[in-house]
């Protein structure tokens, strides 16, 4: 297996120069883009491993170009097409477009000016969840199956396509059906500690969860809340 691909998204051409020299010294292979149009082309011709993605991207260049896109919405798009992790950078600490980047499926989020060094360690801590290996057996319940080394999950023998963030979250639950786990102890499981932002964000990624695998969203039976405590697994194994 060659290094890991990231694109880092961004028109500071200042940024970019530093972020990925340093990028280069941890050993990934590493590719630029400075607008939306660039980096969805990018995406679907390289299929990078990890996406640094700015919120901010310029709009029309000149007469006759495409009207430019931001991130946000090209982490919609991209999450459309696939599940490669994405770590959001803004100038903005709007607690809005932290939660509107999060619910549109980012893995995290960091606000500029940032620690290089604080980056760095999270792109790590991305691409370690998006690519841990598990134990070799599968965990089989009435309704799902998650394979661990695989990084899959069925439902009814369906193939559901979950993100890093999403599959360590569920990962984490299915472990031990019936037990009801704090917003703090899904953060400190899938995230590892290297997540710094609000808790309230667990639950949007819950919801994303809820919408791929249960039959009603609105009335949850796999994954249930418990008022003011948090979440539990609820399928019963096979």
Do not use: N
């Not at 890991?4 to 990028?23: H, N, Q």
């Amino acid at each position: 297996m060659g290094p890991l691909r990231i694109l880092i998204v961004d028109d500071d051409r200042a940024l970019v120069r530093e972020l990925e020299a340093r990028l280069l010294l941890e050993g990934f292979e590493v590719s630029c883009a400075a607008d939306g149009h660039a980096a969805l082309e990018a995406v679907r011709l390289d299929e990078p491993d990890l996406l640094l993605l700015d919120v901010a991207l310029p709009g029309r260049v000149g007469p006759g170009s495409q009207r430019g896109i931001d991130g946000i919405e090209v982490l919609r798009r991209v999450r459309e097409q696939g599940d490669a992790p994405v770590l959001m950078l803004s100038a903005t600490s709007l607690g809005a477009v932290k939660v509107m980047a999060l619910s549109l499926g980012a893995d995290d989020y960091i606000t500029k000016p940032y620690d290089l060094e604080e980056l760095v360690a999270r792109v790590h801590a991305i691409l370690r969840r998006s690519h841990r290996a598990g134990p070799s057996h599968a965990y089989v319940f009435r309704r799902l199956r998650l394979d661990p080394e695989g990084r899959r999950v069925w439902k009814d023998d369906r193939l559901v396509v979950l993100t890093a963030i999403e599959f360590e979250l569920l990962m984490t639950l299915a472990r031990r059906p019936g037990v009801v786990f704090s917003r703090d102890q899904l953060i400190d499981q899938a995230w590892r500690h290297a997540y710094y932002g609000v808790p309230k964000v667990v639950d949007v990624h819950i919801m994303h969860i809820r919408r791929k695998i249960e039959d009603d969203p609105a009335h949850p039976a796999l994954i249930t809340t418990v008022r003011g405590l948090g979440y539990r697994f609820e399928d019963q194994p096979a």
